[in-house]
């Protein structure tokens, strides 16, 4: 009887810390949707009516849509290049051994130890010194340059994490079958690391997408959604800024719905794939 009791008195204490937690997180953000769509250009609550007028507005604004395109620019340059690095040392940490390897480690997750606001200022400096060297000024490109630094070692930890429960035994199968190293490199490993590999780029991705620290430092002149969402909110608050956030927010968690139907798919197939290896 006790131990019942204690195991539901268990229950209730995560279940209730759980969806206190969910409270906690999604009652701001239900908020910021409602406030969205207010008819009137003041926040307040209660709400007084309900219009789409300031997504009219938000899209109407040309200074948005040129923020817009910037960002997705940055965030998809930065994308690739940190999702291609991340790959390749995720490898470097976990299928390879090598002298020096836990000071590689050390350097990948250096950036990290950096706050956003301190690495972005440390770079403006040095790229402020590449501008008399070789005539680069702080732009869209130092930008990518600054997220892929801070985004990349978040990438191999993804990737690594992918790459811990892969199945050497596989490359072997495939390989006594005469398959040569890229072809197990294309059409064994890389579709298998494939859920975390596109995990990591969504991460990736959506890092760049909301990043405001790196991006005010480094990107000169060239605005961006973070930065035009600071600058208009600097001169006092407006609707426009919940229904830019309502706008961005959707497919944010649509990738993240993705991800995870992505990672059930790939579970499925690596157990077949696993089955398959020791019935042949």
Request: some cysteine.
């Amino acid at each position: 009887m006790n131990d019942r009791l204690e195991k539901r008195l268990a229950d209730i204490v995560l279940y209730g810390s759980v969806g206190a937690v969910l409270v906690f997180f999604y009652i701001p953000i239900a908020t910021l949707i409602l406030f969205s769509f207010t008819e009137s250009r003041f926040l307040s609550w209660p709400i007084p009516g309900f219009s789409l007028r300031w997504y009219g507005e938000l899209l109407a604004d040309r200074s948005f849509w040129s923020a817009l395109g910037n960002s997705a620019v940055l965030a998809v340059l930065a994308t690739l290049f940190a999702t291609v690095l991340g790959l390749a040392g995720a490898f470097a940490w976990s299928r390879y051994r090598f002298r020096f390897q836990w000071g590689f480690r050390v350097l990948t997750f250096a950036p990290l130890l950096f706050p956003q606001l301190l690495l972005g200022v440390v770079m403006l400096l040095w790229f402020s010194v590449l501008a008399g060297w070789l005539n680069m000024s702080p732009g869209l490109w130092s930008a990518v340059i600054g997220h892929v630094v801070y985004i990349v070692p978040f990438c191999i930890v993804i990737i690594s994490v992918q790459m811990q429960g892969y199945d050497d035994t596989l490359d072997y199968a495939a390989e006594d079958a005469g398959a040569t190293r890229w072809q197990i490199l294309r059409e064994v490993t890389l579709p298998l690391l494939w859920p975390g590999i596109f995990s990591a780029a969504t991460f990736a991705f959506l890092l760049s997408w909301g990043n405001f620290y790196i991006t005010y430092s480094l990107s000169g002149s060239a605005r961006t959604l973070p930065t035009f969402v600071f600058s208009g909110i600097a001169v006092g608050s407006s609707p426009i800024y919940p229904a830019l956030a309502t706008l961005t927010f959707v497919p944010a968690l649509v990738l993240i719905f993705a991800v995870d139907r992505l990672r059930r798919r790939a579970d499925r197939k690596r157990a077949l794939a696993r089955a398959a290896a020791e019935a042949g």
